[in-house]
């Protein structure tokens, strides 16, 4: 054996090359993997003995891609594309052996390679558009010449990989092997007894090439790609693949990667890359201490909430108990997660017998008792502090030593439910978001007494679920809906001081949120927390309740609906705003568009900086991570703080106090001293 350098050797195998690569923990394609592939392939390539050469990882996967981390600094190292050349002209035939995850970087060095074999659970897949990116190691142009002009349109500006199967279907794959190591080293062996030729991807032609497509394909993703920059670069990319000579294409790849990669999109969505995985981290806590087990779930409340948080262990085989306090609530309740599963196989993305299996993973009951067994009970009933702390005193009674007792509560003191039990240490707030199901975004509370194993357990068991979990500390709202609380205000004020509601909407919309605050209120119901008996007919909100619009529900509320659910605004609120301002006495003028984006959004931003003072989050990227997942602030936006940090918090606290709001101490300061919350602008 060969060590080529410390992260890749050489060794041969009769008169096969095998170089291995050892870079955990995903192999990417760092200077040192760079290097040691170059020089990999030099010492093959010069060894007389060695006919053929076999490209495989160890670890869990082979490369996963460039290394992120690298982006954005001086160069170092071989450049990918030299470390390509050699493998692709280099006289001897290269097999790479694919296990894991060939994503990136990983996969354009793969198809250099003249032959691919891989595992059946591998998977292949072009994920840059994701980071803001595009291939730029060649991806672009030969991928196409293999999986065809479509197939890789799909694939880079999804991002989304493909399997083995597929792969080996599409021809991006030459054989599936059971053994990856042994199957790789016969199918080299086959190489040289049939004396195959050396495959190079770049000298194919792109088929399946159709006049038009490429802006049919625009028009069709319009709606999924508007305000990225990437996805329509990437489709720039496989157009010239389609039309232009390779070296040409090439080209064309190298300028639009160079302009995304310098880019404030690339950099905000690389940024929120690691700020994902950093918000699993728990700081103070060891990361190899031992897990609680959650194995059974018990769920109180089988309410839209319940169901939707029910149905996401239920998808990861997690056995669910889920109670109500009336046979009808209990079968509505489950007729819902059911007709949820049924039209998710209708659509073909789940089976009959999935189905099945999941309902069968379900038991409700109208028996609190049943909670008994439950390594983990989440309450989901309405926001009454009464409610919650007396089924949490219950529940105390029932469940077993050791159990985690969560609540779904949106806005409640966590710590005043756990005094409501005797083990307060084992107590957490669980937020999730609507529709539970769906949301990725989870809130965990830390109460004052939440003990660190059951805070953990809690973070490892939503990585499970497949959410993204955030640590935050009791506060009226938490992170996302204390932040939310600042942007509503605002809103409501700039409409009575002269901006209609359409206008605020469209100018969040156009900022990249998916709808403005007043849609989101017609959306979540105007009548949420109102009640006509109380109602004094004191804000636009009671106004609007009392003159019965109750929103999309109604299909009357700041906007009309029609059957369609397509909007127009509502001259009914206009008029009740309109008649609120006047009798406030407000002499109404023209709101400008900056204004109310600043006015929407600085607030917000001022909040998350009180909310870090006060270590109600981590650390700014959490605060990014909850509004990038939980309330669709635009992921190449980077979250809220990111975002204020590009925009400079100089300008951010100088026009707070234009608008009278005094800048959070943090913000203060760190303005002052010319820096920022996340240092990653
Ligand atoms: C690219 O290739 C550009 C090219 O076109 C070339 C142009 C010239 N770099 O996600 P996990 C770290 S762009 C650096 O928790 P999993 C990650 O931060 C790249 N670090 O594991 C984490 O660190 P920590 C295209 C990386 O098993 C640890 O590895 N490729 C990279 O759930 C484990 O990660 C991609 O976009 C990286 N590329 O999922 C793939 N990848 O433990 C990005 C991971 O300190 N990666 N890390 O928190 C992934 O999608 C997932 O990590 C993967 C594993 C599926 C591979």
């Known amino acids: 054996m060969t060590a080529i350098n410390a992260v890749t050797d050489l060794t041969t195998d009769g008169e096969l090359g095998v170089i291995t690569i050892d870079s955990p923990p995903v192999n990417a394609l760092s200077a040192d993997v760079r290097d040691g592939l170059a020089g990999a392939m030099a010492a093959a390539v010069a060894d007389d003995a060695v006919k053929a050469i076999v490209l495989i990882c160890a670890g869990r996967t082979f490369i996963a891609g460039a290394d992120i981390s690298e982006f954005g600094k001086p160069p170092r190292g071989a450049a990918l594309h030299d470390v390509q050349a050699r493998i692709e002209n280099s006289p001897k035939p290269v097999v790479a052996a694919i296990h894991g995850t060939a994503l990136g970087g990983g996969l354009e060095v793969a198809l250099v390679a003249h032959y691919r074999v891989a595992v059946l659970s591998a998977k292949f897949g072009l994920p840059e558009v994701k980071l803001g990116l595009l291939p730029g190691a060649g991806g672009t142009q030969r991928l196409p010449r293999v999986v065809g002009a479509r197939k890789a349109l799909e694939m880079v500006t999804t991002g989304t990989p493909i399997g083995a199967k597929a792969a080996a279907e599409f021809g991006l794959i030459d054989a599936i092997v059971d053994d990856l190591r042994a199957g790789a080293i016969h199918f080299a062996r086959r190489v040289l007894a049939e004396n195959l030729p050396l495959h190079r991807v770049r000298d194919k032609p792109v088929l399946g090439v159709e006049e038009g497509m490429f802006d049919a394909y625009r028009r069709a993703q319009a709606k999924t790609f508007r305000g990225f920059e990437a996805p329509e670069a990437n489709i720039q990319c496989i157009e010239a693949a389609a039309t232009l000579p390779f070296d040409e294409g090439m080209a064309v790849e190298r300028r639009l990667f160079m302009g995304l990669m310098t880019g404030l999109q690339s950099k905000a969505q690389r940024y929120v890359f690691f700020a994902e995985r950093q918000a699993n981290k728990v700081d103070g806590l060891d990361p190899d201490a031992p897990l609680l087990p959650v194995k059974s779930v018990g769920v109180i409340g089988a309410g839209t909430m319940g169901g939707g ?140 007494k939440t003990d660190g194993q059951v805070l953990a357990t809690a973070m490892a068991t939503a990585k499970t679920i497949g959410k993204v979990a955030v640590v935050s500390g009791v506060c009226h709202g938490f992170i996302g809906n204390r932040m939310l609380e600042q942007r509503q205000r605002q809103a409501m004020a700039l409409i009575v001081e002269g901006a209609l509601p359409e206008q605020v909407d469209r100018v969040l919309f ?102 870090l003072e006060e270590k109600m989050a981590q650390r700014a990227s959490d605060i990014d991570i909850v509004w990038i997942n939980g309330y669709g602030w635009p992921v190449y936006r980077g979250g809220p703080m990111f975002w204020a940090d590009s925009v400079g918090l100089a300008k951010v606290a100088e026009a707070l106090g234009r608008y009278g709001i005094a800048p959070a101490a943090l913000l203060a300061r760190l303005a002052a001293e010319g820096k920022s919350f996340t240092g990653a602008v």
């Not at 008649?579 to 006495?585: F, I, S």
């Open 309 to 448: 948080i029910a149905m996401n262990f239920l998808n990861a085989g997690v056995p669910v108990t889920i109670v109500e306090t009336r046979q009808e609530a209990l079968d509505r309740g489950v007729a819902t997660i059911r007709r949820n599963y049924d039209n998710t196989a209708a659509k073909g993305r789940m089976t009959a017998a999935d189905v099945d299996t999941r309902m069968g993973l379900l038991t409700p009951t109208l028996d609190m008792g049943a909670l008994k067994d439950a390594d983990l009970v989440i309450e989901a009933v309405f926001e009454n502090m009464d409610l919650k702390k007396d089924i949490f005193g219950r529940l105390d009674g029932i469940a077993k030593p050791g159990a985690i007792l969560a609540s779904n509560t949106s806005y409640l003191n966590v710590d005043e439910i756990a005094a409501a039990t005797s083990r307060p240490d084992h107590v957490l707030g669980l937020h999730f978001f609507s529709p539970a199901n769906v949301m990725r975004l989870l809130e965990v509370v830390r109460g004052a």
């Open 510 to 611: 156009d900022f990249g949120f998916p709808m403005g605050p007043f849609q989101m209120s017609d959306l979540a119901g105007l009548d949420i927390g109102w009640s006509a008996e109380t109602s004094k007919g004191e804000t636009i909100r009671d106004r609007l309740c009392e003159a019965g619009l109750r929103g999309q529900k109604n299909g009357r509320g700041f906007y009309d609906y029609d059957a369609q659910r397509n909007r127009t605004p509502s001259p009914v609120a206009e008029k009740i705003i309109l008649d609120y301002a006047a009798e406030k006495g407000v002499n109404r003028r023209e709101v400008s568009d900056a204004e109310i984006l600043e006015r929407c959004l600085y607030p917000m931003v001022n909040e998350g900086a009180k909310i």
